[in-house]
């Protein structure tokens, strides 16, 4: 079986796995495929290779690459035949995990582009609240925190909203008016995207990320703030560049980038 392209290699320090270290591998490999398929790199109705060399490929544990298998044929997004292998299914045309792909291919650089210019705001936001926010805004951040931990995953709306105001309030708990002018024009281009991303399957367990950040910034630890907001963006960063990355571009491999 010839060498796939399309995915990062999970399971290295510096690849997807890297900033994923709180969730489970298995839900890091089975996105890993779902996008793979959506980009059109595995195509229905194609053979995935054996087992030992899709985790070679992947650079994950066989146990781990068994039980995302598991997923994704529950889903549907694959099928087993016994005694011929593992093929990819057409997915069906609703599919979240399929739309969000797609449409980041359609947006291409200019979404990685984005990616970049939150990330570095966010960070910077994060590590000065922790120096500035009072007493106050610290208790409106957890409050905000709880309310989206509390939105039903099946009102995605609900879930926008709770997301965007939890990190507007991390931009203003900065006191930096340069700054909060520079981040508010984003949020515009950031609504479909926080949509889309929040459409998807286990978009709860992404949000666990903001009870680190909330938490840092309420122990007023700015190193520990600014990695978690990195961490936290680093996730879809990654996803969008493996499936809309311009051929040639100079694209950052590491979190380390931003901190």
Same mark, same amino acid.
């Given at each position: 079986?010839?060498? +796939? @392209?399309?995915?990062?290699?999970?399971?290295?320090? !510096?690849?997807?796995?890297?900033?994923?270290?709180?969730?489970?591998? =298995?839900?890091?490999?089975?996105?890993?495929?779902?996008?793979?398929?959506?980009?059109?790199?595995?195509?229905?109705?194609?053979?995935?290779?054996?087992?030992?060399? +899709?985790?070679? &490929?992947?650079?994950?544990?066989?146990?781990?690459?068994?039980?995302?298998?598991? &997923?994704? !044929?529950?889903?549907?997004?694959?099928?087993?035949?016994?005694?011929?292998?593992?093929?990819?299914?057409?997915?069906?045309?609703?599919?979240? @995990? @399929?739309?969000?792909?797609?449409?980041?291919?359609?947006?291409?650089?200019?979404?990685?582009?984005?990616?970049?210019?939150?990330?570095?705001?966010?960070?910077?936001?994060?590590?000065?609240?922790?120096?500035?926010?009072?007493?106050?805004? +610290?208790?409106?951040?957890?409050?905000?925190?709880?309310?989206?931990?509390?939105?039903?995953?099946?009102?995605?709306?609900?879930?926008?909203?709770?997301?965007?105001?939890?990190?507007?309030?991390?931009?203003?708990?900065?006191?930096?008016?340069?700054?909060?002018?520079?981040?508010?024009?984003?949020? =515009?281009?950031?609504?479909?995207?926080?949509? #889309?991303?929040?459409?998807?399957?286990?978009?709860?367990? #992404?949000?666990?990320?903001?009870?680190?950040?909330?938490?840092?910034?309420? #122990?007023?630890? =700015?190193?520990?703030? #600014?990695?978690?907001?990195?961490?936290?963006?680093?996730?879809?960063? &990654?996803?969008?560049?493996?499936?809309?990355?311009? @051929?040639?571009? +100079?694209? =950052?491999?590491?979190?380390?980038?931003?901190?």
């Amino acid at each position: 079986m010839s060498q +796939l @392209t399309g995915w990062d290699e999970v399971g290295t320090g !510096s690849g997807l796995a890297g900033s994923l270290s709180r969730r489970p591998l =298995p839900d890091v490999i089975a996105e890993r495929i779902t996008a793979t398929i959506a980009n059109g790199s595995l195509k229905p109705g194609q053979r995935l290779p054996s087992e030992p060399e +899709l985790a070679r &490929q992947l650079q994950v544990g066989r146990t781990s690459l068994r039980e995302a298998l598991r &997923q994704l !044929s529950t889903l549907g997004v694959i099928e087993v035949i016994r005694g011929k292998g593992t093929f990819v299914r057409e997915p069906p045309a609703d599919d979240p @995990t @399929t739309q969000y792909v797609r449409w980041s291919v359609a947006k291409g650089f200019a979404l990685t582009e984005l990616l970049e210019v939150r990330i570095g705001l966010e960070t910077t936001a994060a590590g000065l609240a922790c120096v500035r926010a009072t007493d106050e805004e +610290l208790a409106e951040l957890q409050a905000l925190r709880r309310a989206h931990d509390i939105a039903a995953t099946d009102q995605v709306g609900q879930l926008v909203k709770t997301d965007e105001d939890l990190h507007d309030a991390i931009i203003q708990a900065a006191h930096n008016t340069v700054l909060t002018s520079m981040y508010q024009p984003l949020v =515009p281009e950031m609504s479909e995207f926080r949509h #889309r991303t929040l459409s998807l399957p286990k978009a709860k367990q #992404r949000s666990d990320d903001h009870g680190y950040i909330v938490d840092a910034i309420s #122990r007023r630890d =700015p190193v520990a703030a #600014r990695q978690a907001v990195a961490g936290h963006l680093w996730i879809f960063y &990654q996803e969008v560049r493996a499936v809309a990355q311009p @051929t040639g571009a +100079l694209m =950052p491999d590491s979190v380390d980038t931003f901190i």
